[in-house]
């Protein structure tokens, strides 16, 4: 009868509606998902142009500590001129027999 029929048409648009609002909520979730792979995408690049930067330190560091390190070689080479110059001094007031580098104590 027609009112089964209309009864069913009602319950078939409700039905198409029901859909049409999960459809729709389907889109925003694809649409809040995108925007999640974005912002990921976004960070992923934000870390790696971090990632750029600290490795830059650390070169920088390693260059600096390089430096040190030569640096710290040519005072270690001055250091052991300076001890042989002590023990030239050493030597020279063991020969001449006195402690007081050329001064006569008994004068």
Known sequence: DIGGITFKVKQLQDLKDDMLGDIFVIRDDIGDISQKINQLDEQDNHTSVEIVAVRKVIGGISSQV???????NEILEKIVEFEDEILDLRSDVTEHGT????CDPTS
Not at 66 to 72: A, G, I, R, Y
């Open 66 to 72: 390089k430096n040190f390190n030569e640096q710290n």
């Open 99 to 102: 402690t007081n580098f050329g």
